[in-house]
């Protein structure tokens, strides 16, 4: 499955979407996986993606992702389908996942209140010391761990491919209603 070879057991997630809901094809909820400590550190980053730092991300050890395609037409509206879609994408990715992980720190883009928190929480309460934040932009630019920005242009980078090829990826997870 995957290659540890990392001296430390915390999984850092990051979560994003497209932003395009109702467009032109249904929403695209990403979440990056690292176990690179680097990762979970909080910086600035410019308003224009870089595309080449997203593809240097990806070749390195001890990286992943999953994704969903909600096509639920109820759920593509509303604002809290990171936090409902998140548990899914990260218990796949555990589910898979073949070394101990003995911590966990999700971050998300985007608002968060305190039920849904506590939703993802209730989720994964095999980890004691769980980390769930939030990371807004500001005017644009954001100023959030790797792993969110991350998942941020691998949403729009899913977004813009081909709908049949998602749709058969080993790495889309398919959300209960």
């Known amino acids: 499955m995957h290659k540890r070879g990392l001296e430390d057991n915390t999984l850092i997630i990051g979560l994003d979407d497209s932003n395009h809901a109702g467009e032109r094809k249904s929403e695209i909820i990403a ?9 979970s550190l909080v ?26 395609i909600l096509e639920n037409k109820e759920l ?3 604002p809290t389908n990171i936090p409902h879609v998140a548990p899914f994408l990260i218990q796949n990715f555990l589910d898979n996942y073949l070394f101990g992980i003995e911590n966990l ?15 993802i929480r209730r989720n994964f309460l095999e980890y ?4 769930v934040d939030n990371f807004i932009k500001n005017h644009g630019i954001h100023e959030c761990p790797n792993v969110v920005y991350m998942a941020d242009i691998l949403s729009h980078t899913l977004y813009h491919s081909d709908f049949q090829s998602l749709s058969e990826s080993p790495k889309r997870v398919i959300i209960p209603c």
Do not use: C
Request: charged share 35%; hydrophobic share 35%; glycine share 6%.
């Open 43 to 68: 910086k600035k980053f410019g308003k224009r993606a870089s595309y080449e730092e997203f593809q240097r991300w990806f070749s390195t050890n001890g990286v992943d992702y999953r994704f969903a």
């Open 105 to 119: 720190k999700i971050y998300l883009d985007g608002l968060l209140r305190k039920d849904q928190k506590e939703h």
């Open 128 to 131: 004691p010391n769980l980390v």
């Open 31 to 39: 979440a990056t996986f690292s176990f690179v400590h680097e990762d």
């Open 76 to 78: 593509e509206h509303v």
